[in-house]
């Protein structure tokens, strides 16, 4: 059983890793295979496609994910500290990341989501229940910050949620094609203030 579980956890980790950092079209099930040093054979076993691995891949990162997010905007803590959080935490993952592979390589939901959402339905869901998930978040925290009067009782939660993730992924997507991360370090935080009205 524990050799099971090894073998499929080392090729979603590996095809994490290199779709991540390249793309999903640019890696191969043999690259895969070779890298985490598992057999064809084997991957087969376990995945009856290079796209439904894909797709376990987003799981595994969204289950690893939610952990930070149930913490970071718990609502024991002030609304905004919720947002300035999330920031913090995207910024360090993405140093993490860029001083690992040798760049920045953004959001692994749209750099793997974006080539495959409209090709697979069952990734298609995957990438649909992380925006549901995100947004919700923020939901609750603009939902606590209208009630602290700290942004207008009109706000429309549900399409600031929606906003707040572009603008996130946008931000994400540019430092991928510039290959740098310090607009998020400069001025990423404020302009989500500006953008949730709380500036």
Request: proline letters at 3%; hydrophobic letters at 40%.
């Amino acid at each position: 059983m524990g050799r099971t579980s090894d073998t499929r956890e080392k090729l979603i980790d590996t095809a994490t890793e290199l779709m991540w950092r390249d793309s999903y079209n640019a890696v191969s099930v043999d690259d895969i295979c070779k890298k985490a040093g598992v057999k064809k054979g084997s991957f087969y076993h376990y995945f009856p496609s290079k796209i439904a691995l894909a797709n376990a891949s987003m799981q595994t990162c969204t289950a690893d994910m939610k952990g930070h997010y149930d913490d970071m905007f718990s609502p024991t803590r002030p609304p905004l500290a919720r947002f300035d959080l999330m920031i913090d935490f995207v910024i360090d993952h993405q140093k993490e990341i860029a001083e690992k592979y040798g760049h920045v390589c953004g959001c692994p939901f749209v750099t793997i989501g974006s080539e495959l959402a409209a090709q697979d339905d069952a990734m298609a869901q995957t990438i649909g229940s992380i925006l549901d998930m995100k947004t919700a978040y923020y939901k609750s925290a603009l939902k606590d910050l209208i009630d602290l009067k700290l942004i207008p009782a009109t706000t429309n939660v549900d399409e600031k949620a929606q906003e707040i993730f572009s603008f996130i992924v946008g931000q994400l997507t540019i430092a991928r094609i510039r290959d740098d991360i310090s607009y998020l370090e400069n001025h990423m935080k404020q302009s989500l203030r500006s953008l949730i009205g709380a500036a």
